[in-house]
């Protein structure tokens, strides 16, 4: 897999966590999506540089550190788009294996009546 196709995958990993858990820390994040914590914080300031996530400091935590990563509507608009593609590659993926499964089966049905027919011969 490309560098480029590696990278749109993390970032749309990123942003579906980041929808569900908008206050995770970066460290939970990390381990859950299964990324060190240096790629993790990688992907968050380059989504942030493209204007997909806001990050937001809780000033008045006691843990300074405490981010809330929200999603712009640029962020949402693309992860919208990133979840159909990856829905209509699933969908082919499906079809293909569908399509070869259906071909098997046939092949497997034409076998077993060539032995039938061959047995009823004898």
């Known amino acids: 897999m490309n560098y480029v196709k590696k990278n749109i995958q993390d970032h749309f990993k990123l942003l579906r966590k980041i929808s569900k858990k908008p206050e995770a820390s970066q460290r939970r994040l990390a381990e859950e999506l299964g990324f060190s914590l240096g790629k993790l914080n990688y992907c968050i300031n380059e989504l942030h540089n493209k204007g997909l996530i806001k990050i937001k400091n809780f000033n008045k935590n006691k843990k300074k550190s405490s981010y809330l990563y929200l999603l712009t509507p640029q962020g949402i608009s693309s992860k919208t788009k990133l979840t159909l593609n990856f829905m209509k590659k699933k969908l082919n993926e499906y ?18 009546s060539t032995k039938k027919i061959d047995h009823n011969l004898l």
């Open 95 to 112: 079809d293909e294996l569908k399509a070869e499964i259906s071909n098997e089966d046939m092949s497997d049905f034409k076998k077993q």
